[in-house]
């Protein structure tokens, strides 16, 4: 058996990282009767929904847009065409990443362990995955990228759930950008994210797209949510809930409203191997589980 990427946290009350099952959203999605979306202009409205109200500088030259399974899809895309390359990530980023790297890539290494180097790629969440925040060095990470040509894949699957409203993504180094629907709504089952690429890369993702070959009732669930939801609407209603939360707990509150950050020393039973321990509210504020 192989050994365990990150420690097994999602049994714990705060463990994992979850939607929210928030009343208004399950409502709506229980209403929504088996129908077929037009995925063209669910992902023309998905593409401006997600960047509303926030300044992601130079998101317009990614104009190969592609639905995408959830962010996860798109992972496997991105890491196809680079297999022959050393992957690099922080050492409590999404663990899908590096069960990735454990089991396919022939090298990969921590991202601070050592310098960047030409035949690298690089993979970061942002909002980062184990604080819901900019990662550690990101910007000057982006710069070394460009210089060094390295391919660069963004996951950006908490961006609607966080108040970072400003990204530069003008680095020509960036090849991918993904995010999905399944951290603003309780849609992890329907599959529901988006893919942008600056060049077109004729894969497999494409090819679906390209013939409709798609889960069209999560198309248009995720097109029904979106048209009847701001993409800062659970921020806005759960911000007041997280600081108060936090406050109780002793914790700091992260860009993303469904964590709270420990410093070592406090609930260090949920550490991902960070130098911040991430908390996630989301069952315990639904109440699938109970303290």
């Not at 109200?53 to 895309?77: E, H, P, R």
């Not at 050492?91 to 090298?107: G, S, T, W």
């Not at 925040?133 to 060094?148: E, G, H, M, V, W």
């Not at 679906?208 to 800062?232: A, C, E, R």
Request: net charge neutral.
């Amino acid at each position: 058996m192989n050994q365990t990427v990150l420690p097994p946290l999602r049994h714990k009350p705060y463990g994992g990282a979850w939607s929210i099952h928030d009343p208004e959203s399950v409502s709506i999605i229980d209403s929504i009767k088996p129908t077929q979306g037009d995925t063209k202009e669910f992902l023309h409205d998905y593409s401006q929904w997600f960047r509303a109200g926030k300044d992601l500088q130079g998101i317009g030259k990614f104009s190969n847009v592609d639905f995408s399974a959830g962010t996860t899809d798109t992972f496997y895309m991105f890491y196809f065409r680079h297999l022959d390359r050393r992957l690099r990530l922080f050492k409590d980023e999404y663990f899908v990443h590096h069960m990735i790297a454990r089991n396919y890539f022939k090298d990969h290494m921590v991202i601070d362990q050592a310098p960047l180097q030409k035949g690298d790629v690089v993979v970061m969440s942002c909002p980062f995955s184990n604080t819901g925040t900019l990662p550690d060095n990101f910007y000057s990470i982006l710069a070394k990228c460009d210089q060094l040509k390295i391919p660069v894949m963004l996951d950006l699957a908490y961006i609607n759930i966080s108040n970072i409203s400003h990204l530069n993504l003008e680095y020509d180094c960036i090849q991918t950008i993904t995010t999905s629907l399944s951290k603003v709504f309780p849609v992890e089952n329907f599959r529901i994210g988006i893919r942008f690429e600056k060049q077109l890369y004729d894969d497999p993702m494409v090819a679906v797209n390209q013939n409709n070959y798609l889960n069209l009732h999560s198309v248009n669930i995720g097109h029904t949510l979106i048209k009847k939801f701001s993409n800062s609407w659970l921020f806005e209603k759960y911000r007041e809930k997280q600081l108060s939360y936090c406050e109780k707990l002793g914790l700091e509150a992260s860009d993303c409203v469904i964590f709270g950050l420990a410093q070592k020393g406090k609930f260090d039973e949920y550490n991902r191997g960070g130098s911040k321990t991430r908390l996630c509210f989301s069952r315990v504020w639904d109440e699938r589980i109970t303290l």
